[in-house]
């Protein structure tokens, strides 16, 4: 069963790997649409490396947020019973680190607007994901997720006001796993080092009790990390479970565990000379380097039967970084207040669910593909891990 789950798991990786190394395949973004009498005011959230799509970016001499307003301009509209809305305002606005941020207004005269149009980035970019909120007087009436096939929808009437934050935030988890490479690269590289299926399960629920955590304490508003920072470290993981698969399967690699701490202490230093960062943060690449250098270490020379242990320990930590990059996303879509707890619950269990059938369609094709896997070609696959997930560490930490 070893071989066979870390033979699926290589040419999986293999495959997956090939398609690019972009961090989300499904990008997606967010809006907050607020009606007041025959007035409605959108504002639109899109992080900004989805602005990178339009073509018009390429200008110098123009920002993104203004490339992002005057797209949507076009392509976003408000209708009344005898046709279009005004549109009166369109400004792009402040936005946290790693978002671009666009306010639109329509008046609609005497006529109660009456159906929303949002093509937003779908003719960029077909697979693209929308999450919108529509508010009527201040009161939450609708939550819908918005694709290329699905981008208008008539107003809500006669609305009782409350949430209804389960199921919508359920299913934007689901997309937002599968749309997220670098998770599932992570996942699937910790199925390649775990090998065994009892490890295989001792390392997914280290990942899932991590990530769980640090995803509520973070949207319930106990700690705050950077987004930039958090982006950074989950490509850190990914090239880190990778150089834990040579590093179990070589007698002299005490130097590639050595390896890890100039490549986070450069990228940190590189950061800072680029003011990507401020001179604290340098201190968690640090300690990243730090970290991964003892855990390298570490599991080499703790015995087997110890080392379910150690892989649980590990995933947690692991899954507390990436926990952080959900959170982030969850709390740019603008939950807050009485509707917290629905929202959280679903876009968590959401985003177990995917994670459960990815791992669960791994382990039962493990078999089928078994007699088809060499060990040269899960090598490759640990290879090219390694080198996306320093592409994806080093790009995000200088913001390239």
């Not at 937002?176 to 699937?188: K, V």
């Not at 002299?252 to 100039?262: F, M, N, R, S, T």
């Amino acid at each position: 069963m070893t071989r066979r789950v870390t033979g699926f798991v290589g040419m999986l990786l293999v495959l997956l790997l090939a398609q690019g190394v972009e961090a989300h395949t499904r990008s997606e973004s967010y809006s907050h649409w607020r009606q007041s009498g025959q007035r409605v005011t959108v504002t639109v959230t899109v992080p900004a490396r989805e602005v990178t799509r339009l073509a018009a970016i390429a200008a110098q001499d123009t920002s993104a947020g203004d490339v992002l307003a005057d797209h949507l301009r076009k392509h976003t509209a408000v209708y009344r019973a005898n046709g279009a809305c005004e549109q009166s305002r369109v400004q792009a606005l402040q936005a946290a680190a790693g978002f671009t941020k666009v306010e639109l207004m329509f008046h609609c005269g005497e006529q109660s607007p009456q159906r929303i149009y949002y093509r937003g980035l779908f003719d960029a970019a077909p697979s693209h994901v929308h999450y919108a909120r529509y508010y009527v007087e201040g009161s939450l009436h609708a939550e819908l997720l918005l694709t290329d096939t699905n981008y208008a929808w008539d107003i809500p009437r006669g609305g009782s006001g409350k949430p209804h934050g389960f199921l919508p935030f359920l299913q934007l988890g689901l997309e937002h796993i599968a749309g997220g490479l670098d998770h599932i690269a992570f996942l699937f590289g910790l199925l390649l080092v775990a090998g065994t299926l009892r490890n295989s399960v001792v390392a997914v629920t280290g990942f899932t009790i991590g990530h769980s955590v640090s995803l509520a304490a973070a949207v319930l508003g106990y700690v705050h990390a950077e987004a930039g920072l958090v982006e950074a470290f989950i490509g850190f993981t990914v090239a880190l479970v990778a150089v834990e698969y040579f590093v179990l399967r070589h007698k002299q690699a005490d130097l590639v565990a050595l390896g890890v701490i100039p490549v986070a202490w450069i990228a940190g230093t590189v950061a800072l000379l680029f003011e990507r960062i401020g001179t604290q943060a340098v201190i968690a690449y640090l300690g990243i380097g730090v970290f991964a250098f003892c855990y390298l270490m570490l599991s080499r020379r703790v015995p087997d039967d110890r080392s379910g242990s150690l892989l649980f320990v590990a995933t947690a930590a692991f899954g507390l970084i990436h926990g952080f990059g959900f959170a982030g996303f969850l709390l740019e879509t603008g939950i807050a207040g009485a509707s917290l707890l629905k929202p959280l619950l679903g876009f968590n269990l959401g985003v177990e669910l995917g994670q459960l059938l990815l791992v669960a369609a791994a382990l039962l094709l493990a078999r089928a593909v078994h007699p088809l896997v060499r060990e040269p070609l899960k090598q490759a696959a640990a290879a090219a891990l390694c080198g996306i997930g320093v592409f994806w560490f080093v790009g995000r930490s200088i913001g390239v």
